[in-house]
C-alpha cells in the first residue's frame, strides 16, 4: 500500500533507536516512516554502506508483512536504494536473504535473532 501501517511504522521506528541512529540520521528515518518526508527529498549521507543495507532490509522486511511486496511498496522501495544509493545486486541479495529468515522464524515476526542475523549479512555483503 501506499503508507505504512502503524504496526510497521512503529517497528521500523524502534529499531533505527534500538540500532543506534540519532540525530539527523533517525529524524531523517522518522520523516520517512512518518510519511512527512517525500523519499526523493530526503539526505542520509552520513549512513555506512553497511547500515543503509541494514536499513534497506528493514524497509524490505516490513513491505513483505501480510500479502507480499505490492506495487506501492515495490516503488517506494525502489526509490529508498535510490536514495541510499545502493546497488540493485546488494537489494536483491538482501531480499533473497529476508526471505529465507522470514521462511525459518516464527511467521513474520522480527525477533532479536532476525535482526542480528539481518545485520550481520548486511555488514558483509
Known amino acids: 500500500d501506499d503508507r505504512l501501517q502503524y504496526g510497521e511504522s512503529e517497528t521500523i521506528s524502534f529499531v533505527a533507536r534500538s540500532e543506534g541512529y540519532e540525530g539527523d540520521d533517525l529524524a531523517a528515518i522518522e ?3 512518518e510519511g512527512s518526508a517525500d523519499l526523493t527529498s530526503v539526505s542520509l549521507p552520513t549512513l555506512s554502506r553497511p547500515h543503509a543495507r541494514f536499513l534497506f532490509s528493514l524497509a524490505y522486511w ?6 507480499g511486496v ?3 511498496e515495490a516503488a517506494m522501495l525502489t526509490k529508498l536504494r535510490d536514495l541510499l544509493t545502493l546497488p540493485a545486486a546488494d537489494c536483491e541479495a538482501i531480499e533473497r536473504t529476508v ?4 521462511a525459518k522464524s516464527e511467521g513474520s515476526k522480527l525477533t532479536h535473532e532476525a535482526l542480528a542475523e539481518l545485520k550481520s549479512f548486511c555488514a558483509q555483503i
Open 62 to 67: 516490513v513491505a513483505t508483512h501480510g500479502y
Open 99 to 102: 526471505r529465507a529468515i522470514v
Open 70 to 72: 505490492v506495487s506501492s
Open 31 to 33: 520523516q520517512i516512516v
